[in-house]
């Protein structure tokens, strides 16, 4: 170490430290939050634009990252992991925008009604690990028609992949609630779809 060295140019190489070591660095040098934006700025863009839009994704991505970097401070690794942290004010700013995400629903919903076409690719992607090949429609129509919380565990699960303890993070609901409304939401799903699976390849885990 030369007598003009510093912290900063000894710290290490991006990539090397943990999602909750950066976080809990980022605390006193905040610049290094912008590693965690550079990690997950693609994933969680992509999950809002498939609950809402794309245009709402390029404008909403900010407000999320900004919101976890004011929130760092109390970022805790004992309750869970940074990805469904970050979900978690992802889920808040979709709270703020329900009407997006219903437009959003209602567009798949008359698509799934008239054949669709390649405009339609993007709403496709609302349900991309749902099972409804035939049944769009009626699957956009249901999930319009869930309460929030139920859609927002569905939805967690199928588009942003969380485990069942990521979403009660991500949720801060217990764990036990998250189990029983994707168990809830699956049976009214599969009984409005005639018995399709409505969450191909999901995890009961």
Not at 34 to 52: F, K, P, Q
Not at 53 to 78: I, P
Not at 84 to 111: C, D, K, M, T
Not at 136 to 159: H, I, K
């Amino acid at each position: 170490m030369t007598a003009n060295s510093t912290a900063s140019d000894l710290a290490d190489p991006p990539g090397t430290l943990s999602d909750e070591a950066l976080v809990e660095l980022s605390r006193r040098t905040p610049e290094r939050f912008g590693e965690i934006y550079d990690r997950y700025v693609r994933e969680i863009h992509a999950y809002l634009g498939r609950r809402l839009d794309r245009q709402a994704a390029d404008d909403l991505t900010a407000e999320v990252f900004l919101a976890a970097f004011k929130k760092r401070g109390t970022f805790d690794a004992r309750r869970g992991a940074v990805r469904p942290w970050l979900y978690g004010f992802a889920s808040n700013v979709i709270a703020l925008h329900r009407r997006a995400e219903a437009r959003r629903l209602a567009a798949l919903q008359r698509s799934a009604g008239t054949g669709g076409d390649r405009e339609q690719g993007h709403e496709d992607r609302v349900v991309t690990r749902v099972d409804a090949a035939s049944a769009q429609g009626r699957l956009a129509a249901e999930l319009r028609a869930l309460p929030d919380g139920d859609r927002d565990v569905l939805l967690l699960s199928a588009l942003g992949e969380l485990s069942h303890e990521e979403v009660a993070q991500a949720l801060d609901i217990p764990y036990g609630t998250v189990g029983s409304r994707l168990s809830r939401v699956r049976r009214k799903l599969r009984a409005a779809l005639g018995g399709v699976n409505p969450l191909r390849g999901g995890s009961d885990g």
